[in-house]
């Protein structure tokens, strides 16, 4: 079954905590990308990566790292988190057609 | 910027309806992505519209694309509760690495 894994589902941190929302994809999808969705803002780019080593900024990069050393993984690392990161994720790879298929999201709460 | 605009951003429609929901988009793009969303689940792909004139129809639902207004339309015929949902447009630029998106249209079908 074609999947976008996300880990954890659910984590609520506190601020200055390092920590990493993992992406797996099972698709050999080469494009993959990170969002955050926030109340009336609707989904915002994060970073986005084309290959393996290949990754750049999207909308709201500030506060934010991703590496892509395997084509699978495309983790979300946030190095010192603050409150106002509180929000859902998401992880996304990129369909033949150009569509984008999400993973189940991630919560994360930053007190 | 790019700025994506839905219209309405909340619905509430009476099973049996017809209605639009409106995606405005700021920057020329040839390619046009509409989702759904159901209450704390992932984003679902709808629709790809690839090319000025582009109409696709799936169910009760069809898209079209106009790029020269830089417009898209989702229409819904006969509305059943089933279709309620948040509606998201996106758009990606020329290089086809970031993408979009509009803030969501919340429908609601009453019966």
């Known amino acids: 079954e074609a999947q976008v894994t996300q880990n954890p589902r659910y984590l609520i941190t506190v601020t200055g905590k390092k920590l990493t929302v993992t992406c797996s994809q099972n698709?050999?999808?080469?494009?993959m990308s990170w969002y955050r969705q926030d109340p009336g803002l609707g989904l915002r780019q994060i970073y986005y990566?084309?290959?393996?080593?290949?990754?750049d900024k999207g909308d709201v990069p500030e506060g934010y790292k991703v590496s892509r050393k395997e084509k699978r993984n495309f983790p979300l690392i946030l190095e010192s988190p603050s409150p106002n990161q509180t929000s859902l994720y998401f992880c996304?790879?990129?369909?033949?057609?150009?569509?984008?298929?999400f993973g189940e999201g991630s919560r994360l709460t930053v007190l | 910027e790019l700025k994506v605009e839905q219209n309405p951003l909340f619905l509430s429609m009476q099973e049996g309806k017809n209605y639009t929901i409106y995606c405005n988009y700021s920057?020329?793009?040839?390619?046009l992505y509409w989702y759904r969303q159901d209450p704390g689940k992932s984003l679902e792909s709808l629709f790809v519209?690839?090319?000025?004139?582009a109409v696709k129809q799936e169910g009760r639902l069809m898209a079209s694309l106009d790029t020269k207004a830089r417009l898209s339309t989702l229409h819904i015929t006969a509305a059943v509760h089933d279709l309620s949902a948040t509606y998201f447009c996106?758009?990606?630029?020329?290089?086809?690495?970031?993408?979009?998106f509009g803030t969501g249209t919340s429908l609601t079908v009453i019966p």
């Open positions: 990566s084309m290959n393996v080593e290949v990754t």
């Open positions: 519209l690839l090319s000025n004139g």
């Open positions: 920057t020329t793009s040839d390619r």
């Open positions: 996106a758009v990606d630029r020329w290089t086809g690495n970031q993408f979009y």
């Open positions: 996304a790879s990129r369909t033949g057609s150009g569509e984008l298929f």
């Open positions: 698709m050999n999808h080469e494009y």
